[in-house]
């Protein structure tokens, strides 16, 4: 079974279209995040989600919206694709509670290219 | 903000060796620091945590240290196996209320050649 799933795996629309990444996952976690890797490898926290409520909101274009309809599921929607959103988009969970940390596990990734 | 520096961006070693990977942070010390493993179209998978007030953790082939006077962590993968060649990553955890931030470098991308 898989523990942090994402779709679609691969995503080529043009600038200017809107989309949506979905994450799901069944690990029981009451957190997750959305990650972007750029081309360069670098790994950067977008979001958090606890429990539904957003606790993480990096410095991040407001075309990026999460939303959390539950404590299992979290999607990507983005606004006006730009070519600099080309990258992947990784999603993560994990547990969480103050005065300890967790290890976070990752989806595959979706991979978002904009021409 | 934490700027987080990983040694050379590869390191080649023959199968057998101890392969020693380099996590170095520059500003205060963060309360946890985590180590994953990536491989090529796949997402990060955890290998280790360290806190603070440890000084080492080991987990079969691994060993982590934390230096906070050194500000730097030292992974080690001993008897290495071209199966270990990845992509591994350090994240720094400054711990208190932000719950699950980490600061990822940018990894050092590891070969282990028979």
């Known amino acids: 079974d898989t523990a942090v799933s994402q779709t679609p795996k691969y995503l080529v629309t043009q600038m200017g279209n809107d989309k949506s990444i979905k994450c799901e996952q069944n690990l029981g976690h009451d957190t997750m995040y959305w990650y972007k890797q750029d081309s360069k490898k670098f790994l950067k926290i977008m979001f958090s989600?606890?429990?539904?409520?957003?606790?993480i909101n990096e410095t991040v274009p407001n075309r990026f919206s999460p939303k959390s309809p539950d404590k299992a599921h979290l999607n990507l929607h983005i606004n006006s694709l730009e070519l600099g959103d080309s990258a992947v988009y990784f999603c993560?969970?994990?547990?969480?509670?103050?005065?300890?940390?967790?290890?976070?596990?990752f989806g595959p990734g979706t991979r978002l290219t904009v021409t | 903000s934490q700027k987080i520096e990983q040694n050379s961006e590869a390191l080649n070693i023959q199968e057998g060796k101890t392969a020693t990977l380099t996590c170095n942070y520059t500003?205060?010390?963060?309360?946890?620091l985590q180590w994953y493993r990536q491989d090529p179209g796949r997402g990060p998978v955890f290998l280790l945590l360290?806190?603070?007030?440890?000084k080492e953790k080991r987990k079969e082939r691994l060993k982590v240290t934390f230096d906070t006077t050194l500000k730097q962590s030292l992974f080690h993968i001993t008897a290495s196996q071209p199966a270990d060649s990845a992509t591994y990553l350090c994240a720094l955890d400054e711990g208190g209320s932000t719950l699950g931030r980490l600061y990822f470098g940018r990894g050092t991308q590891l070969t282990v050649w028979p």
């Open positions: 500003n205060y010390s963060p309360a946890y």
């Open positions: 360290i806190r603070e007030n440890e």
């Open positions: 993560a969970s994990s547990h969480t509670s103050v005065g300890a940390r967790y290890e976070q596990y």
């Open positions: 989600y606890n429990n539904k409520e957003l606790i």
